[in-house]
């Protein structure tokens, strides 16, 4: 059987689970990291016939696959703002959203010399390591409640040379909040689907992604933006920028609930689907 052969058994495997289109893609992803090779090395081995260990581990990842488990998982591997990370179960999948709320912050960073970052509830450490290598003359930090979440975040960092400290912090404790400094910006991520979302989630979200870093109660939807927009009132120094990853249908009540915190020049910006999905504000400078 020649790699072009395993592509189409792996292909035709999983196109009644997935749909034709998503096999494909999760096939080239699989050989492509499996091989550690570019598309056009591979297109010049595709008519050869692969070893006896690259079959058993595709015949191995097509089990787990056909479980609903991430390609990511599978692989143990995520790209995200051309960066390869290290992913496990104990961290969430890095999205291509959260890559649109990285590069707004490198073009509103980018003229400026002396900036200190903070990322809060940093999992797999994708938007501090990303920052830091994309404005290697800035100071970042990171903080993640979760002792397995920052060993591979620690270890993605030392893996790519990105200069970012990590703390172990609860945000929602707010006695941890005295161990950190004071920054120009802080950026989160944090947990924001409802409960009652549950319904129309994949299974290979649900099943398998760490349910501590996407749910939230449906009574307290903004849990993690209250505590963490108390913390920047302390921690922001004055002019400095606060930015979130919001659920879509929160838009209108995280502008209430930062004005009422005190923050300004609130911008609510969409991702690529047209969907309300970031928003950043400004705190205010004494005696404005």
Aim: proline letters at 5%.
């Amino acid at each position: 059987m020649t790699y072009r052969e395993l592509e189409k058994m792996v292909i035709d495997s999983l196109a009644g689970i997935y749909g034709y289109q998503e096999a494909r893609s999760i096939q080239k992803i699989l050989f492509e990291d499996f091989l550690q090779c570019t598309p056009a090395s591979y297109l010049l081995i595709r008519d050869t016939e692969p070893s006896p260990q690259f079959g058993d581990q595709v015949i191995n990842a097509l089990g787990k696959l056909k479980q609903f488990t991430p390609i990511q998982y599978v692989t143990g591997f995520s790209t995200f703002c051309g960066f390869r990370l290290k992913v496990n179960a104990g961290v969430l999948i890095p999205r291509p959203e959260t890559e649109e709320l990285v590069k707004a912050i490198v073009q509103y960073c980018g003229g400026q010399k002396k900036i200190k970052i903070l990322d809060i509830g940093t999992g797999s450490g994708a938007i501090a390591i990303s920052l830091s290598l994309l404005l290697p003359h800035l100071e970042v930090d990171a903080s993640d409640f979760s002792s397995d979440a920052l060993a591979v975040a620690s270890s993605n960092a030392e893996t790519l040379n990105a200069g970012v400290q990590f703390f172990h912090n609860d945000i929602l404790q707010r006695e941890s909040w005295s161990q950190m400094g004071s920054y120009n910006l802080i950026v989160s991520n944090p947990p924001y689907v409802k409960q009652s979302e549950r319904a129309s989630m994949h299974p290979n979200v649900l099943e398998y992604e760490p349910s501590v870093a996407l749910f939230v109660p449906d009574d307290n939807p903004l849990l993690f933006y209250t505590a963490i927009s108390e913390f920047a009132l302390e921690k922001l120094l004055p002019g400095g920028t606060l930015w979130f990853e919001i659920n879509e249908s929160e838009g209108k009540a995280m502008h209430s609930l930062l004005t009422s915190c005190g923050f300004v020049n609130i911008v609510a910006m969409n991702d690529f689907r047209g969907k309300q999905r970031f928003i950043s504000a400004t705190k205010q400078i004494d005696n404005q």
